[in-house]
């Protein structure tokens, strides 16, 4: 599928060497078809030492004649980066894939004058090959590109295709910004365990094997969350007792409140991301 596909990616930090090393660990890309573009000379060296890979300080030369090219910056660069490659630096055959969190499609395709384009939101635990990867594509896209956008992401962890941009933003406070609140619960779990008593270490095992326990449950069971809830309530119980204080401090309506303000959130920042 990728055979003499040529990549770059400009921007090459945390998710950045999470895709490449997703990439080779899958044997999807060979070293010497990897370019790697970023600003500080001991980066680069450090991912041309650890991957083998081409590496260079100029965004224009890393994208020149190559077939994907992946936007990693953060979103504050993200204007400079688009001014630099807008006049033609990428093939105008080539995928433009950004995983710039809150950069919308269209803002993507006029800096850049392109149109085959994908946007994704991935996640952390991307960074460990366990991410979930929301992501739509330009109807410009060619299917080729398409599978190859999907099997990049799937050296990722798991990737889900959208048809409509709005879920991206969506995307953004669900999976994107997941793993914050799953480690705030887990942070809260383990203090709750140390106030009781625990030392620290014992309370951390204990909570971080309940919850990868109980999401591996959830999946391979396939029932219903409040159906694995009731099975552990049992009448006049600690569950119960629990649940009820749960309840009681409006944990629903605090998660659902805490998701709808980080999905408004991404559709403001979307909107303000305009450069002309
Ligand atoms: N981390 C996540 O889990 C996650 C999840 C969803 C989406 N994202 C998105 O992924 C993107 C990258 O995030 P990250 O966590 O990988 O950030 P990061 O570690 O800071 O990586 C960005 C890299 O871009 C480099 N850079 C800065 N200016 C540049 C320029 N003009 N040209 C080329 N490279 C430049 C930075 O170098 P310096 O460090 O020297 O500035 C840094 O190495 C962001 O847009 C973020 O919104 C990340």
Do not use: C
């Amino acid at each position: 599928m990728f055979s003499d596909t040529q990549i770059a990616f400009i921007g090459s930090g945390v998710m950045g060497e999470a895709m490449i090393k997703g990439l080779m660990d899958q044997g999807l890309l060979i070293a010497q078809h990897i370019i790697a573009s970023d600003p500080r000379p001991e980066r680069l060296a450090e991912l041309s030492e650890r991957y083998g890979i081409q590496v260079t300080g100029d965004n224009v030369a890393a994208v020149r004649d190559r077939d994907i090219v992946v936007l990693s910056v953060k979103p504050q660069v993200l204007g400079e980066v688009l001014k630099e490659l807008g006049s033609g630096a990428i093939r105008p055959d080539a995928l433009v894939l950004s995983i710039v969190a809150g950069a919308t499609i269209d803002r993507i395709a006029r800096g850049l004058n392109h149109q085959a384009i994908v946007r994704v939101m991935p996640n952390t635990p991307a960074q460990i090959g366990m991410g979930m990867s929301v992501w739509t594509a330009t109807p410009a896209t060619g299917e080729a590109q398409r599978k190859q956008a999907q099997a990049m992401l799937a050296a990722l962890g798991e990737e889900f295709y959208v048809d409509h941009e709005d879920y991206l933003d969506m995307a953004t406070a669900l999976s994107g910004t997941g793993p914050a609140y799953v480690f705030l619960v887990m942070e809260a779990l383990i203090d709750a365990g140390v106030h009781m008593g625990f030392p620290r270490w014992i309370a951390e095992r204990l909570v971080l094997q309940t919850m990868r326990g109980s999401v591996e449950f959830a999946r391979t069971s396939r029932r219903h969350p409040a159906e694995l809830r009731n099975m552990v309530t049992s009448p006049g119980g600690t569950s119960a007792e629990a649940l009820y204080q749960l309840e009681k401090g409006g944990l629903r309506t605090v998660i659902s409140k805490a998701v709808w303000a980080a999905y408004q959130k991404s559709r403001y920042l979307g909107g303000l991301g305009r450069d002309r």
